[in-house]
């Protein structure tokens, strides 16, 4: 089949790939004339495991191409998937759909092919019964087009296996022919097993968006039990193992830590609390206002344990950063925690030096005030306090006996929960993490 993915951002790229890497003829559109350039010579402009692999071999065999033309994707393709960023707005907690819009606006009055729009972004319940009224009359009379929403669940540092093996496909659709085309398009995956959940757009929708709250709501849960262990000398990993023995809890996201960030569960439960009020049941999801503060407060309270580690105030305090991306195993730092902080104690005064895996160029664009570190050795070194709050396998890796050597102060924070306490502590480090006792 002919596809155009338009927007190749985290999704966009990886559903362009992949699509291609199964068989399908591709196009990837975006108005980011930078990024259609390096895509278009096999270069992955972000970092995603598996994609430059996939990009390299599709882009080679002439399978997959990039264009900047929307008049280019309308003459091209049988399925046009939308993959543009849905934001917050500034101005308020809903979601900004003028790339959807102009997406829409842009292609519709060109297209001249029988095709399906199918929505990928995650957009507010009933989106794609408005886009498709929109189309309807943009598209050239006798064109036959219509739309359907299938939004997209990969995670980052995970996104190529999620797409080639999700766990599960929904296809929210208005008429039994766009949902034969979706089944031909994934007709691999089903193949191979994986559920397919055939419904209405506004259904689809909202699967998205329950999704993203469910899991954001867990992390909260955890992260509200590790304020209350804080104040009982409780220790909340423990606690989360025990909770995550009982088969109708699970383990999973019950990690207890500085808390979500990133471009999606932030903007999306926002999102979900104000479309649920211009439908006039935000009472049903107001709980979600409550996680996301809790969320948040993390952050404060890391930078509150922060402070008082280094004696009650950071002013002329030397802090090593561990961490700048929202999550391992990407380069994203979108509504990151680990940003938040660091940038929280430099205005308090802290001589901030960062380090992240994959994630510098990212934070140095957003926090050009810091200084960067090229290893973990010299954002260590002289450090008053090192804080880990990016949970990178190879922090795990960390010597604490050989850092010592640069880290004479020997006090971290573990905003993560994820270092081993004890072998920290064995190395003579004072060693704090969020939710875990301290021994006298
Ligand atoms: P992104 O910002 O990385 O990518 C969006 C891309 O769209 C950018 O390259 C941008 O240049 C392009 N774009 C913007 N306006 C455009 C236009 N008018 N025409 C063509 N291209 C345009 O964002 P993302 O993380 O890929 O997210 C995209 C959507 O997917 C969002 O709705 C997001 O909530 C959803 N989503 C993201 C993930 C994820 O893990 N990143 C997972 C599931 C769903």
Redesign the pocket.
């Known amino acids: 089949m002919r596809l155009t993915v ?7 790229a990886v559903h362009a790939a992949c699509m291609a890497d199964i068989g399908h003829e591709v196009l990837g ?4 004339a930078e ?1 259609i350039a390096a895509l278009s010579e096999g270069r992955v402009p972000i970092y995603e495991p598996g994609l430059q692999e996939i990009l390299g071999r599709t882009v080679g065999s002439g399978r997959l191409r990039f264009t900047t033309s929307l008049g280019e994707a309308a003459e091209f393709g049988d399925v046009h998937f939308v ?4 934001p917050q707005r500034r101005d308020s907690p809903a979601c900004d759909l003028r ?1 959807v819009d ?2 829409v606006e ?1 292609l519709a009055p060109r297209l001249r092919r029988r095709c399906l729009i199918v929505g ?3 957009v507010p319940v009933g989106t794609t019964a408005r886009l498709s009224t929109r189309v309807q009359e943009l598209a050239p009379e006798g064109t036959d087009v219509e739309v359907a929403w299938n939004p ?5 540092g995970y ?1 190529v296996q999620d797409t080639l093996r999700p766990e599960r496909l929904v296809a929210g659709v208005m008429s039994p022919r766009a949902d034969h085309i979706l089944r031909e398009v994934y007709a691999p995956m089903l193949s191979d097993g994986v559920p397919y959940i055939s419904t209405d757009p506004a259904t689809a929708e909202l699967v998205k968006v329950a999704a993203n709250s469910f899991l954001a709501t867990k992390i909260s849960f955890i992260n509200a039990l590790a304020e209350v262990c804080d104040a009982t000398g409780a220790d909340v990993t423990t606690l989360a193992d025990a909770l995550g023995y009982d088969s109708r809890i699970g383990r999973r996201f019950l990690s207890a830590g500085l808390g979500f960030g990133g ?2 569960l932030p903007k ?1 439960i926002r999102a979900f609390r104000a479309r649920a009020e211009e439908l006039g049941v935000g009472g049903a999801v107001s709980f979600l206002r409550e996680i996301d503060e809790i969320n948040t407060r993390q952050r404060q309270r890391t930078v509150d344990i922060a402070r008082e580690m280094v004696g009650g105030g950071f002013t002329g305090r030397r802090v090593a950063v561990l961490g700048a991306t929202f999550k391992p195993d990407s380069d994203d730092v979108r509504d990151s925690p680990a940003l938040a902080v660091a940038a929280a104690i430099h205005r308090e005064g802290a001589e901030v030096r960062l380090h992240d895996p994959e994630g510098m160029d990212n934070a140095r664009a957003v926090l050009p005030q810091l200084a960067y570190a090229p290893d973990v050795e010299k954002a260590c070194d002289g450090a008053d306090l090192v804080l880990h709050l990016t949970e990178w396998a190879a922090y795990r890796r960390i010597d604490p006996a050989a850092l010592a050597a640069v880290t004479p102060a020997r006090k971290i924070l573990d905003a993560r929960n994820t270092l081993d306490a004890a072998l920290w502590r064995s190395a003579g480090w004072t060693f704090r993490a969020l939710g875990r006792p301290t021994p006298p």
């Open positions: 338009i927007g190749t951002g985290y999704l966009g559109v975006d108005i980011d990024k993959c543009v960023s849905t790339a102009a997406v842009g990928k972004s995650t997209e669940f990969l995670r980052e996104a471009g999606c999306d």
